[in-house]
């Protein structure tokens, strides 16, 4: 009788392990989007090249109900999606920069790396750094690169999981945007 029971826990697990393999993780929700939660605050340092313009440390609440901003968790271990978007959302930045706020936020990465990321890119907005990843945690990341889109009054309006391209991003901008 109990190897019956030992064989059907395998199995059930062996199943639910299947079945979660299957699953695409831009299918999966965010609670946060999906109910329009407010975004939750952090506070975490700055990276050197930004400390100049934004300080010692960034706390997002300072800066909601201003302008939507563009939340983007990344890597310098992600590769190729993140070198993938990093040129776009570069190139978003220069051309919204005036009216969307843009924040890259590195996580569960060593600085030294980050930095070298972040100087082949050429990455003009600011750059937060999270090397224990609990901001991701508290947004319900699945892995890098996931991108938040927060509206004007502070709510997560959209989560995007992968690299983001042109297009798309130029989708969440205008859902995002007055």
């Known amino acids: 009788m109990r190897a019956w029971l030992w064989i059907l826990l395998v199995v059930a697990l062996g199943g639910l392990f299947f079945w979660g393999m299957q699953r695409n993780p831009k299918d ?21 090249p930004y400390r100049a313009e934004w300080g010692e440390t960034f706390r997002l609440s300072d800066h909601l109900g201003k302008r939507p901003i563009v939340l983007n968790f990344w890597a310098s271990w992600c590769y190729p999606a993140c070198y993938e978007e990093a040129p776009v959302l570069e190139a978003a930045w220069r051309t919204y920069k005036e009216r969307v706020l843009f924040l890259g936020v590195n996580t569960q990465d060593k600085e030294p790396e980050a930095l070298k990321f972040i100087a082949q890119f050429g990455l003009t907005f600011p750059q937060l750094f999270d090397p224990r990843g609990r901001v991701g945690v508290d947004y319900g990341m699945y892995g890098v690169p996931e991108t938040f889109f927060i509206d004007g009054e502070g709510r997560v309006l959209a989560r995007h999981a992968g690299a983001i391209d042109q297009a798309t991003l130029e989708k969440y901008l205008k859902e995002a945007l007055p």
């Open 28 to 48: 999966l929700p965010s609670v946060l989007a999906k109910e329009r939660r407010p975004a939750p605050d952090f506070a975490l340092p700055v990276l050197p």
